[in-house]
């Protein structure tokens, strides 16, 4: 249950900020899904609101689709311009997290910038090359914002209208699960780039199996997958054991790449 004393509820972006900054042990409400989960009672906390951040819209100079900070996951499920994007992955990737009244809450923004490693969304996202645009540091690439420690606001995910080539795989005990593995590729001018996530650690690049790929080829996805096992590190947690994740990795690199090799020759 969440709980709290007192709720701030600015009106602009910049009143966020500096609410933020000044007070540095508040968390954001962003949909507030995972501290509703927690049994901490909050001093104070900052409501997103009324920021303005709730749209989905198509920048037609850049070609891209900006997906503010406060969209939903339901909202993204929902947008007819995103099911033309990557064959509609992001919509699909979205429509398997848990139900639709937790979708319905739970934003974009939160979901990017909490980096949780059980993320459905953020593999995907790392392989279509998505940026995110902050309020003090402005845009960025979402590899790069992974490791990214400065205190700032995700304002909005930014993804090309016309984007790489790439294929996502999870597996989860049932449907509507947390997954306890999450993998996606990328396939373009600079070749295959590997990304595996719910570890449980957060998605990272499997640098090594990415390489083996460019090198050789889509036939050694097996050696690929071997890699990926190795290279990444596993922990066990109440989802599945290190060992049952390494395992399975191995299979879901032969998927993926399979799967995007059926879409780059299209």
């Given at each position: 249950m969440l709980a709290f004393v007192?709720?701030?509820?600015?009106?602009?972006?910049?009143?966020v900020y500096q609410l933020f900054i000044k007070h540095k042990t508040a968390p954001l409400l962003a949909g507030g899904c995972w501290l509703r989960l927690g049994k901490r009672r909050w001093p104070l906390v900052i409501d997103m609101s009324q920021s303005g951040l709730d749209y989905i819209r198509l920048d037609e100079k850049e070609r891209e689709i900006c997906i503010g900070a406060m969209a939903t996951q339901g909202d993204v499920e929902r947008d007819t311009s995103l099911q033309s994007v990557a064959h509609g992955l992001l919509p699909k990737a979205v429509h398997e997290i848990l139900g639709v009244q937790f979708r319905n809450m739970a934003t974009m923004g939160g979901s990017v910038a909490s980096r949780f490693g059980f993320s459905d969304i953020i593999p995907l996202l790392l392989a279509l090359r998505a940026d995110v645009v902050l309020y003090h540091g402005g845009r960025m690439s979402l590899e790069s914002y992974m490791t990214w420690k400065?205190?700032?606001?995700?304002?909005?995910?930014r993804i090309s209208c016309d984007?790489?080539?790439?294929?996502i795989d999870t597996l989860r005990n049932s449907r509507g699960d947390f997954p306890y593995l999450t993998g996606a590729i990328r396939y373009d001018t600079e070749g295959y780039a590997l990304y595996i996530g719910a570890r449980p650690g957060a998605p990272g690049k499997a640098v090594e199996a990415s390489n083996l790929l460019n090198a050789?080829?889509?036939?050694?996805?097996?050696?690929?997958?071997?890699?990926a096992?190795?290279?990444?590190?596993?922990q066990s947690n109440s989802h599945a054991s290190s060992a049952y994740r390494q395992a399975m990795v191995v299979g879901m690199v032969r998927r993926l790449v399979s799967e995007v090799d059926k879409w780059k020759s299209r």
């Open positions: 007192k709720v701030l509820q600015p009106k602009t972006l910049e009143e400065e205190r700032d606001i995700l304002v909005e995910v984007p790489p080539t790439v294929a050789i080829g889509p036939q050694m996805a097996c050696k690929a997958g071997e890699l096992a190795n290279e990444l590190t596993y």
